[in-house]
């Protein structure tokens, strides 16, 4: 170390060398961004990620469900949005579809503790929430959940909104800051209110809901924005018509989900690609493991990334005839009045089913 003292400019460079050493290790630059190192400087709004629709609504043989893994599995096997729909029962926020005597998924704070977990052990990854917010609560009574849960420390809250695709900040910047967690509300959204519950629909435009036809068009269906700039979903899951009501089609869901080919989701964005100039950011489905990976491959060509899971993803699960469930098998219960088909409960089953369902499912 003697020969430094002989070298007057060498001290200097090695101060500053090693100021930048420590400023690197203080700042911990993600060099891994929703598992890919390509992404940490991509905004935001320029990757595409892959949701579940109703990730809350799991079980078999109910019509009422729209997945067969619960949400820590969703988010395990690659799943960043989770859709959900929220509904006021006596004052508590819990997760329903059309009506909590349909299906009730369990409240919110039991599905965002199960979030929160996940987020913690999987500190790279930037996670997408969107709350249908059914029955217009305000945003500040959706904040004391999120608070107990730990989840508002790790939301990121926009200086301002609405923000163009291009004006998000990249993933790497997120996950530096700690806040990898972005929140839409469809409706009620204040951020003087609640500073993390962001505005859907003049943030993000979406394409149809409750679409029958295959052939998924690419039209503008909902926005509160400027459609140009916008961020914008694409609702890819195909129905089926069952008493007068749309269900999910679980027998095409491996062709809805596919790459390519006719009805595929790969074909809609390339739709979306040629309608709009660039893809979507987000891209909705059901049965997200129908089609093997299929939806995060598609994800994948579009990040211009590879798909390469470090172990298999979740197989669909069987849809079983003359035997019922009606737990939902994610511990969040489901209230009995699924469409089951267990030979004792049969006929009462059928009319609570019916009678529910009749003029209920209309509402994605
Ligand atoms: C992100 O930007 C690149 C470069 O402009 C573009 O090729 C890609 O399609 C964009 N992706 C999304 C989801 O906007
Ligand atoms: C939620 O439901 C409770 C009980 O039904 C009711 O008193 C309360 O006003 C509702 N909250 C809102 C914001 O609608
Ligand atoms: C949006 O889609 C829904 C369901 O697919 C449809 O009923 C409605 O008419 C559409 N609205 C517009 C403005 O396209
Ligand atoms: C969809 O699943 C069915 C039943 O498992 C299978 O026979 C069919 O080949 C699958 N189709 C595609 C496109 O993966
Ligand atoms: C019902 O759900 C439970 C819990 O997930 C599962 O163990 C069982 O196999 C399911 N039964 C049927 C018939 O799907």
């Known amino acids: 170390m003697l020969w430094i003292s002989k070298h007057p400019f060498v001290p200097l460079t090695l101060s500053l060398f090693s100021a930048a050493l420590i400023r690197a290790a203080l700042v911990q630059r993600a060099s891994v961004c929703n598992g890919h190192s390509e992404l940490c400087d991509r905004s935001y709004g320029n990757v595409t990620i892959v949701g579940a629709h109703d990730s809350y609504a799991v079980g078999t043989n109910n019509l009422a469900v729209n997945q067969d ?17 929220a509904h006021n029962q006596t004052g508590t926020i819990q997760l329903c579809h059309t009506s909590c005597v349909l299906y009730n998924g369990g409240t919110l704070e039991d599905y965002l503790t199960k979030v929160k977990s996940w987020m913690d052990a ?15 609560l305000p945003p500040t009574q959706y904040s004391p959940i999120f608070q107990k849960v730990g989840l508002d420390k790790l939301s990121f809250a926009p200086t301002t909104s609405p923000l163009a695709a291009s004006g998000w900040p ?26 993390y519950l962001i505005d ?17 068009d690419c039209s503008i269906n909902r926005t509160k924005g400027d459609t140009s700039s916008q961020m914008y979903l694409i ?55 129908f089609g093997g990976g299929s939806v995060f491959q598609v ?7 590879s798909y390469s899971p470090t172990s298999p993803i979740a197989t669909p699960k069987p849809t ?6 009606t737990t939902g098998g994610n511990g969040g219960g489901n209230t009995g009045a699924g469409f089951v088909a267990s030979p004792s409960h049969c006929v009462a089953s059928l009319f609570v089913a019916l009678s529910v369902l009749v003029g209920a499912l209309s509402v994605v």
């Open 320 to 325: 079983t005839s003359g035997s019922s469930n």
């Open 200 to 216: 859907e629909f003049t943030n993000i435009w979406e394409t149809p809901f409750d679409v029958t036809d295959p052939a998924f």
């Open 170 to 195: 990249t993933l790497g910047s997120l996950i530096d800051a700690g806040t990898r967690l972005i929140t839409f509300l469809d409706n009620a959204a204040d951020l003087s209110a609640v500073p």
């Open 122 to 136: 999987n500190t790279n990854d930037v996670v997408t929430l969107l709350i249908v917010n059914i029955d217009n």
């Open 69 to 85: 893994y619960d949400v820590t599995q969703q988010l395990n096997d690659g799943i960043r949005m989770l859709q959900m729909q």
């Open 299 to 305: 994800a994948a060509n579009i990040n211009g990334v």
């Open 235 to 289: 609702n890819h899951f195909l129905d089926t018509i069952v008493f007068g009501n749309p269900v999910p089609d679980v027998a095409k869901a491996n062709v809805t989900n596919g790459v390519d080919g006719p009805g595929s989701l790969g074909a809609q964005v390339s739709t979306c690609v040629a309608h709009h100039s660039r893809p979507p950011t987000f891209l909705l489905v059901d049965f997200y493991e």
